[in-house]
């Protein structure tokens, strides 16, 4: 099939180009000859008519010049060396003009004969004309000759030849035709196959078998379509891959370009910005100008660089650490940036607890040292009386079993929060719980003169998941906590009651209250609403903090309202149902408990 389209091509282009070659140089062998031929025939007559006129020495005869033109069919003209017409056998000589600048005349002047073709002001015909200077005479004898039968012969020429180049062309019509639509047809088919490449559709194929070369061209598109699609099913895993890792970092990304419009952002991202419209600029994503000009440095500069951004909103304040670093073209021009947040509010909270906690436990640890330290030094240098050795060894031993009581609750926080500490629990009676907490709680209301009020809308036999020390603890802490906190002769309700799947046992109190503000932070270590009450009701600061722990460990929540002035209720919420042999969680995963 190669081979004969090459033949096909050459041959129709070759016949058209050989038909063409053929007509021209016929037409132009037969003028060339036939205006050979007019001119040596027109020589002929002029010669023998100047002749004629010398053997007359210069007489003529208008007459015999007519019968010669008549019967020879040309056309005769004298005129002087001037150019003046003295005779003409078509045309009155009165109205001719002056021949002198006619070619055939100048080229007569100057070498004795001239020819010329051309279309003759006189008659209107297309003439060809000689011209012959008549020796030993004034005149100029010219003869002339209508080319007509040139044009004849070419017109004969062509209705012979005309017929043969239609045909001719004709057959070469069809062979192109054929070819083309062997062209073309795989070629359409091509293009379809190429438009849903570019649509996507990559499983398509052109099916083209011919010609060899196109069927060439329909393997090589077969093949670069196959290996498109498995560079796109690489380029999709890929950014699946990506996206997945984008979406599920808690680490904000925003891609910004040179002109700092945003082109990607995770959903980590949205909870800086607030926004989730990709496309626009960087300035509707944030309001904040000094993170602004990080970004703007990071473009200029192609350095990376940190800062840290609050924002503020009706759920609180939120901290983020913000990087800046450039994207750059080769290693060189910087076409981009990459903005990187991480949300440290917890970080910085937990921080700003454990610096606290270091100055609250050194500071809770210090009082009752220096009281010791400085009541033994009166003891071992100052002799005493025997009351006033007792009252101040009393006091030692006060501050002593102070600094005790804050290590045991340390050491009791620490190990409920040891990551792989198992709590042993059981099913324990709910009046179990109650009867111990009123037992370790009795002398404290006694010393008060404080009614504790038990509410139990629970069965006799209702039982409860949990570990009995530290439940009984819990319970401990919030019922001797709304003692010390109530004036005396006030009433302590221990409420529990049954909500769905879960126990609730609220500690209602009729003391100074709890300020708003301060609700969130009453159960981290040390905190004191009134530190100086406080201390000098001898708490370590560590009791609400225990029972926060407790319920995380039970899988449960400890939650407070209060109201100045009025009071304070603790309800401590235990699911029914927990896991008895290991139920625990790291508290510091769940410190946002309270709300």
Not at 86 to 103: G, W
Not at 301 to 309: F, S
Not at 435 to 451: H, I, N, R, V
Not at 533 to 555: E, N, P, Q, W, Y
Request: aromatic share 6%; glycine share 4%.
């Amino acid at each position: 099939m190669r081979f004969r389209t090459k033949l096909l091509s050459f041959l129709s282009v070759t016949m058209i180009l050989v038909v063409f070659l053929c007509i021209f140089s016929a037409n132009k062998a037969f003028k060339t000859l036939s205006f050979t031929n007019e001119q040596q025939l027109l020589s002929k007559h002029v010669s023998y008519l100047a002749e004629e006129i010398v053997s007359q020495k210069g007489v003529w005869s208008a007459s015999s010049l007519g019968q010669y033109a008549q019967s020879h069919e040309v056309r005769i003209t004298l005129m002087d060396r001037q150019g003046k017409v003295l005779y003409d056998s078509e045309q009155q000589v009165s109205l001719m003009d002056n021949h002198a600048f006619r070619l055939e005349v100048k080229q007569a002047l100057a070498n004795g004969i001239g020819f010329s073709d051309r279309l003759s002001n006189t008659s209107g015909l297309s003439m060809m004309y000689a011209a012959k200077l008549v020796d030993d005479t004034p005149y100029i004898v010219r003869v002339g000759e209508r080319l007509s039968i040139i044009k004849e012969w070419q017109s004969s020429f062509g209705s012979l030849l005309l017929p043969l180049l239609v045909l001719v062309l004709i057959i070469v019509f069809f062979f192109s035709l054929l070819l083309v639509r062997n062209l073309t047809k795989p070629l359409e088919q091509m293009v379809i196959t190429a438009k849903e490449y570019g649509k996507g559709n990559l499983q398509e194929h052109s099916w083209v078998d011919k010609p060899e070369e196109l069927a060439t061209l329909s393997s090589t598109m077969d093949w670069m379509a196959s290996e498109l699609a498995s560079q796109m099913e690489k380029l999709r895993t890929d950014k699946s891959q990506y996206s997945s890792i984008l979406e599920t970092m808690t680490e904000g990304v925003i891609l910004i370009d040179i002109h700092k419009k945003v082109i990607l952002a995770n959903r980590a991202s949205f909870a800086m910005t607030g926004s989730k419209e990709i496309g626009q600029s960087l300035l509707a994503f944030f309001s904040d100008n000094h993170l602004i000009e990080l970004v703007d440095k990071t473009l200029e500069k192609g350095t990376v660089e940190q800062d840290i951004l609050t924002r503020t909103s009706f759920q609180g304040e939120t901290i983020f650490q913000i990087t800046t670093a450039p994207i750059k073209k080769d290693h060189e021009e910087v076409t981009g940036a990459v903005i990187t947040s991480s949300d440290i509010t917890e970080l910085k909270r937990l921080e700003q607890i454990r610096k606290d906690f270091v100055a609250n436990v050194s500071h809770e640890l210090k009082t009752p040292l220096t009281s010791i330290l400085g009541f033994t030094e009166i003891l071992c240098s100052v002799a005493l009386s025997e009351e006033d050795r007792i009252h101040f060894a009393q006091i030692v031993q006060r501050n002593g079993k102070q600094m005790q009581n804050i290590i045991s609750d340390l050491l009791t926080l620490s190990s409920l929060e040891k990551d792989n500490n198992i709590i042993p629990m059981a099913s324990v009676a709910i009046q179990t719980l109650i009867q111990d907490t009123l037992l370790g709680s009795s002398y404290k209301a006694e010393e008060k003169q404080t009614q504790i009020k038990v509410e139990n809308t629970l069965a006799q036999e209702a039982t409860l998941i949990c570990s009995q020390s530290l439940m009984t603890q819990a319970l401990l802490n919030l019922v001797m906590n709304a003692i010390l906190y109530s004036p005396d002769h006030s009433l302590v309700t221990l409420r529990i009651a049954e909500e769905g799947n879960q126990y609730l046992f609220s500690v209602m109190d009729h003391g100074c209250g709890i300020a708003p503000q301060e609700q969130q932070r009453i159960f981290e270590r040390f905190y004191r609403v009134e530190k100086a009450h406080s201390r000098s009701i001898g708490g370590t600061g560590l009791g609400l903090s225990i029972v926060k722990h407790v319920a995380i460990l039970h899988k449960g929540t400890i939650t407070v309202q209060s109201v100045l002035n009025k009071g304070s209720v603790f309800t401590l919420t235990i699911p029914k149902c927990g896991t008895v042999s290991a139920l625990k969680d790291k508290s510091d995963r769940m410190y946002p408990l309270l709300k």
